[in-house]
């Protein structure tokens, strides 16, 4: 891994250790609080991971794009996703006797910088000083927060600038990231970084779609038989909680 032990030695935000990891093979990465909304009410956490990827000039280490992971959920932690999916490092495997944090061979930062921010306040490490509400944990409002955010992350790393931006992330960011996306294409001339692109994997765009494709390909796989996908279909509205949904089906002596 790359130390950049000289590079950032005054920079007080950047992780100095971790549970389970000698402190000398820590990755280069910085945390931290980006304020938002009004009177600065909403905290919002990153991670902010510093690419492994050499370049021999500063043209080439420019080219080294910024992705930024968004979790899903909605409101699930992108600290998910650093430790347990494409960070640089993993959490113990399950049974395993050594708590280490084991090192992630594939992580996201061989290829480029990448920004975990927890969203909306609320989830993961963020936080809302007052009572929680949904006129600020919608997602219009937490689009304007995470590129609030996203401005001051790059103010305060300003070695950020002039890199193409992806916007990433899984399941429910199938809407988080398009509309991140938005908010920052709609702002590109104020900044100094440019939108490349959106990442989605197993994206949720609707959630009536989302919810019966679940039980078609259960269908589809003899996981549910034809008989109770049959009234499902006419019974179940794919559009609320699968739990309610799936409970009021067996309650009504459909074999389950």
Same mark, same amino acid.
């Given at each position: ?72 959920? @909605? &409101?699930?932690?992108?600290?998910? $996703?650093?430790?347990?999916? /494409? ?9 395993? =006797? ?97 939108? @490349? &692109?959106?990442?989605?994997?197993? $994206?949720?765009?609707?959630? /009536? ?9 259960? =269908? ?37």
């Amino acid at each position: 891994m790359t130390s950049n032990v000289a590079k950032f030695a005054r920079e007080t935000s950047r992780v100095q250790g971790l549970p389970g990891r000698p402190t000398e093979n820590v990755p280069t990465m910085f945390s931290g609080y980006a304020d938002v909304g009004p009177n600065n009410v909403r905290s919002l956490f990153y991670l902010l991971v510093h690419s492994t990827k050499t370049t021999t000039s500063v043209i080439q280490n420019k080219n080294i794009p910024i992705v930024i992971w968004l979790q899903g959920g @909605n &409101g699930c932690s992108s600290m998910i $996703g650093s430790f347990t999916e /494409n960070g640089p490092l993993l959490s113990p495997r399950g049974g395993s =006797a050594s708590n280490d944090l084991r090192t992630n061979k594939f992580g996201l930062q061989r290829r480029a910088h990448v920004l975990y921010l927890d969203r909306p306040a609320g989830a993961g490490f963020s936080y809302v000083q007052g009572q929680m509400n949904d006129t600020w944990a919608n997602d219009k409002q937490t689009a304007k927060d995470s590129v609030n955010a996203f401005v001051q992350i790059i103010q305060k790393y300003p070695w950020l600038c002039g890199r193409g931006v992806w916007v990433a992330g899984e399941s429910y960011a199938g809407h988080f990231t398009i509309q991140l996306a938005t908010a920052i294409a709609e702002m590109e001339n104020d900044l100094c970084v440019t939108l @490349n &692109g959106v990442m989605v994997g197993n $994206g949720v765009v609707s959630i /009536n779609e989302t919810n019966f494709a679940w039980f078609e390909a259960g =269908a589809t796989h003899t996981l549910v038989e034809e008989q109770v996908f049959s009234q499902m279909k006419m019974e179940c509205d794919f559009t609320k909680d699968l739990g309610i949904d799936v409970l009021r089906v067996c309650q009504m002596n459909v074999q389950c």
